[in-house]
Nanobody, 120 residues
Framework: QVHLVESGGGLVQAGGSLRLSCAASGRTISRSAMGWFRQAPGKEREFVAGMHWDGSVIYYRDSVKDRFTISRDNNKNTVYLQMNSLKPEDTAEYYC?????????????WGQGTQVTVSL
């Protein structure tokens, strides 16, 4: 069982930056694909970024490419999402997810989320 806790959300002006962290406990995530998702009010949860267990494959939704960066520190059992040039449309609850596989065909473990609000 993996327990995930997100942090780093908050209120930021458009054009600003935030770095989200996802700390895992219970077992190592070094062999797990990890992902970030988000859900805005009234909308479905959507994929934001994902990374294979070894970092060999990283992918982003088109709207965040060149602005967001996913990374991991396996020594700290933590995954990050650096978000730059934030836009109001990035406002959402952000969730970290861990897969039981290294490639992330699906995600079995989810955090509780951290709110990101981007103002004009």
């Amino acid at each position: 069982q993996v327990h995930l806790v997100e942090s780093g959300g908050g209120l930021v002006q458009a054009g600003g930056s935030l770095r989200l962290s996802c700390a895992a406990s219970g077992r190592t995530i070094s062999r797990s694909a990890m992902g970030w998702f988000r859900q805005a009010p009234g909308k479905e949860r959507e994929f934001v970024a994902g990374m294979h267990w070894d970092g060999s494959v990283i992918y982003y939704r088109d709207s965040v490419k060149d602005r967001f960066t996913i990374s991991r520190d396996n020594n700290k059992n933590t995954v990050y999402l650096q978000m730059n040039s934030l836009k109001p449309e990035d406002t959402a609850e952000y969730y970290c997810a861990a897969s039981s596989t290294g490639t992330g065909a699906s995600y079995q473990y989810w955090g509780q989320g951290t709110q990101v609000t981007v103002s004009l």
